[in-house]
């Protein structure tokens, strides 16, 4: 039974450059999420996909993030002219709907460092 | 705006004992309250949840108390262990059908002292 997995764990970048995550869900889930964490803080919800349908954008999620889900199972999540605010933990979970508690399993996460 | 509250902070605790982590809630329309354990450098586990139907739900050493009329839960963890040492995180999720994010407190970081 696997679980979340993110890729990569870590991203060193430069301000300004784009940089992609992905997400595999755990098999058969057709509910993905994705949340940003930073230093001390819980995570906060960004975005989440109901098989490959975007149901749900937080306004944290500015014009520079885009998150696809193009077949229903993995994710990616884009970040255009990264800024240094944008460092943070970058969290994936899924669900699996209509189960009686929806309960969300999370990924390791990816953690960015904007320089 | 700061949807659910935790406290403390932080929280030491002599091995052995009962740890407490509160959070309080202003939505009534959440109807859903998870437990998630962090460790360092790891994404949140799901530890334990409980709906507003029941006020109490226990898993092993793990129990969530619910208060609805003062929209309040908290976590008891019994017989605190060093391996319980990690970030805690209360989370709240609305019944709104088609609301499905989750919202975190700001996190509780416990150490259990062997």
């Known amino acids: 039974d696997t679980g979340v997995s993110q890729d990569p764990r870590h991203k060193i970048t430069k301000r300004g450059q784009n940089v992609t995550f992905r997400c595999d869900p755990i098999s058969e889930h057709n509910r993905l999420y994705w949340y940003r964490q930073t230093l001390g803080q819980g995570p906060e919800f960004l975005t989440y996909f109901q098989n490959e349908a975007q149901l749900e954008k937080s306004r944290l999620l500015s014009d520079r993030f885009s998150a696809e889900r193009p077949k229903g199972s993995f994710s990616t999540l884009e970040i255009q002219r990264t800024e240094q605010g944008d460092s943070a933990m970058y969290l994936c979970?899924?669900?699996?709907?209509?189960?009686?508690?929806?309960?969300?399993?999370f990924g390791p996460g990816t953690r960015l460092t904007v320089l | 705006q700061q949807q659910v509250k935790q406290s403390p902070q932080s929280l030491i605790v002599q091995k052995g004992g009962i740890s407490i982590i509160n959070c309080a809630y202003e939505?009534?329309?959440?109807?859903?309250f998870p437990w998630y354990q962090q460790f360092p450098g790891k994404g949140p586990a799901l530890l334990i949840a409980i709906r507003p139907d029941v006020s109490e739900k226990k898993e092993g050493r793990f129990t969530i108390s619910f208060n609805k009329s003062a929209k309040q839960f908290s976590l008891h963890i019994m017989d605190s262990q060093p391996g319980d040492s990690a970030t805690y995180f209360c989370a709240a999720k609305s019944a709104i059908q088609g609301a499905q994010k989750l919202v975190f407190g700001q996190g509780t970081r416990l150490t259990i002292n062997p």
């Open positions: 979970a899924s669900s699996l709907a209509l189960t009686p508690l929806n309960e969300q399993f």
């Open positions: 939505n009534t329309a959440f109807d859903y």
